[in-house]
T-cell receptor, first 119, second 115 residues
Framework: GAVVSQHPSWVICKSGTSVKIECRSLDFQATTMFWYRQFPKQSLMLMATSNEGSKATYEQGVEKDKFLINHASLTLSTLTVTSAHPEDSSFYIC???????????????FGPGTRLTVL | KQEVTQIPAALSVPEGENLVLNCSFTDSAIYNLQWFRQDPGKGLTSLLLIQSSQREQTSGRLNASLDKSSGRSTLYIAASQPGDSATYLCAEECPYSGSARQLTFGSGTQLTVLP
């Protein structure tokens, strides 16, 4: 089946630093990728939707300048948390939608998540 | 704005019991309804996906139903096992804007199956 990977799986950083998280679709093309955030014991909240080659669409309340999203290719999207602070500590999960134009199932496949801890 | 609600928030059952997890959603214009499993500190594992034209899907001991008219879905787990212990999330996929679609997740049901 379709596989989505995330790197790193766990990151600890000091307050004020920037952290980049990669999301890759390993065996399919994804025109659309999604970034979610999950706080402990809470559900996934959509942060933004990114389409390959265009600017991401951010959900209300998500700061564009703080969470930079780049979807430069059909298999890679990156989320950069700029000037991270302890309140940004969370579990970040990406998903990728398999492109139906290339024979895909148009289903969203989820990555394993990245645990970010900001000290 | 779509809302997805899951009841109960937590459930503890003895091994071997059959159980039902409930999910309700507000937007009837759904593309599909999905059930996921999430183990602590892990990502999501897709369990079942029900297209809007379908009423149910089955996989092994799992059966999920969809009733669009009432805005409800249930996940039935037969003969529960300790390995079924996890958080179960339902999510509805709906139109977003233009041709875009997005998933809205419920808050999950934390299931504990006692040996």
């Amino acid at each position: 089946g379709a596989v989505v990977s995330q790197h790193p799986s766990w990151v600890i950083c000091k307050s004020g630093t920037s952290v980049k998280i990669e999301c890759r679709s390993l065996d399919f093309q994804a025109t659309t990728m999604f970034w979610y955030r999950q706080f402990p014991k809470q559900s996934l909240m959509l942060m933004a939707t990114s389409n390959e080659g265009s600017k991401a669409t951010y959900e209300q309340g998500v700061e564009k300048d703080k969470f930079l999203i780049n979807h430069a290719s059909l298999t890679l999207s990156t989320l950069t948390v700029t000037s991270a602070h302890p309140e940004d500590s969370s579990f970040y999960i990406c998903s990728a939608r398999e492109d139906p134009r290339t024979g895909g199932t148009d289903t969203q496949y989820f990555g394993p998540g990245t645990r970010l801890t900001v000290l | 704005k779509q809302e997805v609600t899951q009841i109960p928030a937590a459930l503890s059952v003895p091994e071997g019991e059959n159980l039902v997890l409930n999910c309700s959603f507000t937007d009837s214009a759904i593309y599909n309804l999905q059930w996921f499993r999430q183990d602590p500190g892990k990502g999501l594992t897709s369990l079942l996906l029900i297209q809007s034209s379908q009423r149910e899907q089955t996989s092994g001991r799992l059966n999920a139903s969809l009733d669009k008219s009432s805005g409800r879905s249930t996940l039935y787990i037969a003969a529960s096992q300790p390995g079924d212990s996890a958080t179960y999330l339902c999510a509805e996929e709906c139109p977003y804007s233009g041709s875009a679609r997005q998933l809205t997740f419920g808050s999950g049901t934390q299931l504990t199956v006692l040996p």
